[in-house]
């Protein structure tokens, strides 16, 4: 029986991708607005593979007889000064995710829930790689001048991400 302790982060966690679908869906439109093309497309795809990570959380809690629930979700942010501050923005809520998920494996650990533990593992690689690839993308726009035609070059090398 999963303990409550857990049970409560489970679903904070599950409440967190589901904001993350609603930010990234949200910066997929703010980017899709200002006529950045690639980036847009790149956010809408991390929208839809937050979505998966949500169904990888729903499904586990009902598969081992407890009810997922979701509760209520704050609006993401719809404005941004520049693309530097939204991909700012999603590379801090990517180290919130990571540091959401080290949590968790704390609690399992502790409370020696080495089921939720195992689930928990695939997670922690998924958050290294998201946080990676947003780093490289800040390093990418510091290289660039983004005044000029950076931005353009950008935008193209957003299309080159998956």
Not at 40 to 63: A, G, M, T, V
Not at 137 to 156: A, C, E, P, T
């Amino acid at each position: 029986m999963l303990k409550s302790e857990i049970k409560t982060k489970l679903d904070e966690q599950l409440n967190l991708e589901i904001f993350s679908v609603n930010l990234y869906l949200q910066m997929s439109s703010w980017c899709k607005n200002k006529g950045f093309e690639g980036v847009s497309s790149f956010f809408k795809k991390q929208s839809q593979e937050e979505n998966n990570h949500i169904y990888r959380l729903f499904d586990y809690l009902n598969d081992i007889g407890t009810m997922p629930i979701v509760g209520y979700i704050k609006a993401p942010p719809i404005d941004y000064s520049s693309l530097t501050e939204l991909i700012q923005i999603a590379y801090q809520h990517e180290q919130n995710l990571t540091q959401n998920i080290n949590q968790l494996v704390h609690t399992a650990i502790t409370l020696q829930d080495y089921s939720t533990f195992y689930f928990l593992q695939w997670y922690i690689a998924e958050q290294q790689k998201e946080e990676n690839r947003f780093k490289y993308i800040l390093d990418q726009l510091k290289l660039v001048n983004i005044n000029y035609n950076g931005i353009f070059l950008i935008d193209q090398m957003f299309k080159t991400l998956s």
